[in-house]
């Protein structure tokens, strides 16, 4: 599976963007799907994840109420859309697909196919 991410850039706190990231070489619809991030200097961190056959997902702490993961099997993309954004959002964003269990989908460790990830930057 190649994973492409892309829609991030550049906006001011309290603003929105929607990531994608879309799949090629298999059908996204056997594997759970994940957004990771990594600000520079820090390690990477879980944001996000969905199931194989979608539903609300599960996020972390510090994007709940504000990111919204979804995915769209048909078009074997998932999409992260980010609202009130602030600067300590600032990061490069990555997809990625597990085929592990949905209890430990916060677990980078599960996840065997990443994209290339997208900067997000969101100026205070």
């Known amino acids: 599976v190649q994973l492409q991410a892309s829609g991030g850039g550049f906006v001011q706190a309290g603003g929105s963007l929607r990531l994608s990231c879309a799949a090629s070489g298999r059908t996204l619809r056997s594997y759970n799907m994940g957004w990771f991030r990594q600000a520079p200097g820090k390690e990477r961190e879980f944001v996000s994840a969905i199931g194989r056959s979608g539903g609300r997902g599960t996020y972390a702490d510090s994007v709940n109420g504000r990111f919204s993961i979804s995915r769209d099997n048909a078009k074997n993309t998932v999409y992260l859309q980010m609202d009130s954004l602030k600067p300590e959002d600032t990061a490069v964003y990555y997809c990625?697909?597990?085929?592990?269990?949905?209890?430990?989908?916060?677990?980078?460790?599960?996840?065997?196919?990443w994209g290339q990830g997208t900067q997000v930057t969101v100026s205070s």
């Open positions: 990625a697909a597990s085929n592990g269990v949905w209890s430990s989908q916060t677990q980078e460790e599960m996840y065997i196919y």
